[in-house]
């Protein structure tokens, strides 16, 4: 199973651990906030996926091959309550299947390697989490509530559910086992068929 989060360092002030919060981005990717008084008035954030920072430039390398954040952003509609994170990877995977099995081969995904008994430090979920990441903290285009993870995701504990801005007017989230069900899908595992 996926490990969770360690304790980090303020990247910029060096300040200790004490005033670093941590926050799940997407499945095995977390959001570290320092709120030390040398940042002042605001707090410095940074990615992490258990071996180092990410880099939060953005649209550059393969997130602009893949054109990543307008796919993503495709995957939600308007009128829909929050979505959990397993929705919006299947949609993604679902729609760009090229993109997405090219983002598996480079990154692996915890499914597979659950199948074969190892543990990822880094996945193809992680890459696509940290461009929801990217939409909702950079770009200001998705908003987000924390909800509990559901089926295969549940080994993450809490994830978020996103939606389109300004959001939806319920906290109500479309939950990932809810869909697979009513997708004739496993609940408790993730599509292999998207994997190979």
């Given at each position: 199973m996926a490990r969770g989060p360690m304790r980090q360092?303020?990247?910029?002030?060096?300040?200790?651990?004490?005033?670093?919060?941590?926050?799940?981005?997407?499945?095995?990717?977390?959001?570290?906030s320092c709120s030390s008084p040398a940042h002042g008035d605001s707090s410095y954030s940074w990615l992490s996926t258990g071996r180092s920072p990410l880099d939060g430039a953005g649209h550059d390398g393969?997130?602009?091959?893949?054109?990543?954040?307008?796919?993503?952003?495709?995957?939600?509609?308007?009128?829909?309550?929050?979505?959990?994170?397993?929705?919006?990877?299947h949609r993604y995977a679902v729609a760009n299947p090229g993109d997405y099995k090219h983002?598996?081969?480079?990154?692996?995904?915890?499914?597979?390697?659950?199948?074969?008994?190892?543990?990822?430090?880094?996945s193809a979920s992680a890459f696509i989490g940290g461009a929801l990441g990217r939409l909702y903290h950079r770009d200001g285009l998705l908003t987000r509530v924390n909800t509990r993870a559901t089926g295969f995701w549940?080994?993450?504990?809490?994830?978020?559910?996103w939606a389109l801005k300004p959001g939806p007017?319920?906290?109500?989230?479309?939950?990932?086992?809810?869909?697979?069900?009513?997708?004739?899908?496993?609940?408790?595992?993730?599509?292999?068929?998207l994997l190979a």
């Open positions: 360092v303020c990247q910029t002030c060096r300040d200790g651990d004490e005033f670093v919060d941590i926050e799940i981005e997407g499945p095995g990717l977390w959001r570290y393969l997130s602009e091959q893949l054109g990543i954040y307008d796919a993503l952003l495709r995957c939600f509609s308007a009128e829909e309550p929050y979505i959990e994170y397993g929705v919006i990877e983002l598996v081969r480079l990154y692996g995904h915890t499914q597979a390697a659950l199948d074969r008994g190892e543990h990822l430090e880094y549940s080994y993450n504990g809490t994830l978020h559910g007017t319920s906290d109500t989230v479309t939950s990932w086992a809810a869909f697979a069900a009513d997708n004739g899908l496993e609940p408790h595992e993730w599509p292999r068929a």
